[in-house]
């Protein structure tokens, strides 16, 4: 179950500790790194959501583990409060409200860029030069291969998707030869 606007208040907060000291980048990608370790693992969601397992036992697992994966102090401490406050669940949708307070912050916008096949360096080039232009900000790209586009590309700007793949051209030319548009 989304809780985004609780999850918003914890990114915003954590962003206040780091904007300070001017690490919003990196607190985002620590928080995305130990948000995809926490729903990777089946193991750790386990222990720390499990009510059978001591609060303080909890508080030692995720400590050793934030130090293993270098997590800055003030994402730590955040994991820390979830954590005490049965709020783990939350931790992927704070991770991705921070990634936007961050993005806000620092004038950029995430793109997830699918493609039949792994652009080339010089190709990546020109697609983000054109994504900055169209959206007038630095973009972070994101890149996906998924050979069922064939060809073309789809790039997802927030929740706005541009479809400019071969398999969408196909579909449509379909409907549209038989008639369902």
Known sequence: MKQTSLAARYARALAEVVREKNALESTATELE?????????????DF??????????????????????RISSPASKLLEILLAKGRM????????????????????????????????????EKVVASLEEFTGRKVRLTRKVDPAVLGGARARIGSVVYDGTVA??????????????
């Open 168 to 181: 969408t051209r196909l579909e449509k030319l379909k409907l549209h030869l038989i008639g369902e548009r």
């Open 89 to 124: 669940d939350l931790l992927p949708e704070v991770a991705e409200q921070f990634r936007r307070i961050e993005e806000i912050a620092l004038g950029r916008v995430s793109v997830e860029l699918i493609t039949a096949r792994a652009l080339d360096p010089a190709q990546e």
């Open 33 to 45: 790194v130990f948000s995809r370790l926490y729903l990777g693992s089946k193991e750790l969601r």
């Open 48 to 69: 720390l959501l499990n009510p059978a397992h001591a609060l303080s036992r909890k508080k030692k697992g995720l400590a050793a583990l934030a130090q293993r994966t």
